[in-house]
């Protein structure tokens, strides 16, 4: 069966600093990957997507980044954090062409 | 431009009554959509979907209605139960259109279901 994990849980970290998160999906090959934001009060929001190794789109202009360096990995990062980047985050997978996404557990930053 | 709509940030209902969820889109490419329960820390969790060839799905005590004309779906939750307390967000997907840009969500509802 497929599963996702992503890491770290829970992070505070000082506006300024770096950012890494990671995820990895277990399970599957070639999935669509996805990193999402969920913002007090605003729903859910697509940051990134990928279709393949290398492959980034990006949804909205923002301070973060992300790679997929291996098929099953995908990570988030950041160089400098601002205040507004505190939310939680959400990896994703779908198999391709089907529209149901498979969410991590979660992480959730809190910028100081 | 907010493409997915769930206008009622929030609902209340009795243990044992229908709790009706309620979302709005605007895009018309949408073909697909789904409803997400989410616990607080913890990733959203599939609850049930609609094709746009249909206008009913129904999974146990959950049933999804889609009126395309209306651009417009709801959840049905038969009866309540205290379990069911969480948010829930709606979204959606175009599917014929390859899907790889993920799912559209709405800012989701929370339900909560009094004893």
């Given at each position: 069966s497929q599963t996702i994990h992503q890491w770290p849980a829970t992070l505070v970290q000082p506006v300024g600093s770096p950012l890494s998160l990671e995820c990895t999906v277990e399970g599957t090959s070639n999935p669509n990957l996805y990193w999402y934001r969920q913002a007090a009060g605003r729903g859910l929001q697509l940051l990134f997507y990928s279709v393949g190794i290398g492959q980034i789109s990006s949804e909205v202009p923002q301070n973060l980044s992300a790679s997929r360096p291996q098929d099953r990995q995908f990570i988030l990062s950041s160089k400098k954090l601002l205040l507004s980047d505190s939310g939680f985050y959400l990896c994703a997978w779908s198999v391709r062409g089907v529209g149901e996404l498979f969410f991590g557990e979660g992480s959730r930053l809190t910028v100081l | 431009d907010q493409q997915v709509k769930q206008n009622s940030p929030s609902l209340s209902v009795q243990e044992g009554r229908i709790s009706i969820l309620n979302c709005d889109y605007?895009?018309?490419?949408?073909?697909y959509f789904l409803w997400y329960k989410k616990y607080p820390a913890e990733g959203p969790t599939f609850l049930i979907s609609i094709s746009s060839i249909k206008d009913k799905n129904e999974d146990g005590r959950f049933t999804v209605f889609l009126n395309k004309s209306a651009k417009h779906l709801s959840l049905h939750i038969?009866?309540?139960?205290?379990?069911?307390?969480a948010v829930y967000f709606c979204a959606a997907s175009s599917v014929s259109g390859g899907g790889a840009d993920g799912l559209t969500f709405g800012k989701g509802t929370h339900l909560i279901i009094q004893p």
């Open positions: - | 605007t895009n018309s490419m949408f073909d038969v009866p309540s139960q205290p379990g069911d307390s």
